[in-house]
């Protein structure tokens, strides 16, 4: 039953057991082709495993098309370095914490540091941790040491 | 070059599969 390949989904994901993930994944979309969590749980397994193609691959299949997968799309072509593509795909985004990490990232590799700055300004009242180490990168390139 | 962490990896989660056990 469905119950007991999520109940084996669960486990390798909770022990970093990624390629098994995206096994199990497959047997419950075989079961039932369109479940959203075994859809999801497939994408993040295959991110986790560094199959970025893989993750892509799925989240551009027309079984997916339903589930807003806008930010895991973005966070591929990124890893892709697919920077311009990956920053027109967040402009559509409402801006979280996540698209905006994934924004500052994005503009510090496309040398646009300033807005990268900008971005990081934003983002230290969330609280995120390390964040400063970012920040620090994007002022040390743009040159603002001094701050 | 200066250290960057990709900080945006930390937000990609699975679901919570709570009700689906
Ligand atoms: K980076």
């Given amino acids: 039953p469905i119950e007991d390949l999520f109940t084996t989904l669960n486990r390798h994901i909770e022990q970093s057991e990624f390629e098994q993930a995206v096994k199990v994944a497959d047997q419950v979309l075989s079961i039932a082709p369109g479940d959203e969590d075994a859809i999801r749980c497939k994408v993040v397994a295959l991110i986790k495993a560094d199959n970025i193609d893989g993750a892509l691959s799925v989240i551009q299949s027309p079984k997916s098309s339903p589930i807003d997968f806008s930010y895991f799309k973005a966070y591929c072509l990124y890893r892709q370095n697919k920077l311009n593509e990956a920053l027109e795909l967040l402009r559509s985004q409402e801006n979280n914490s996540a698209s905006m990490l994934l924004k500052s990232q994005i503009l510090y590799r496309l040398g646009e540091l300033d807005a990268c700055v900008d971005v990081y300004r934003k983002l230290q009242k969330s609280k995120i941790d390390s964040l400063e180490i970012n920040f620090v990168a994007g002022l040390i390139s743009a040159g603002k040491a001094s701050e | ?21």
Avoid: K, W
């Fill in chain 2, 1 to 21: 070059n200066p250290i960057v962490i990709d900080l945006a990896y930390n937000y990609i989660d699975f679901p919570s599969l709570e009700n689906r056990m």
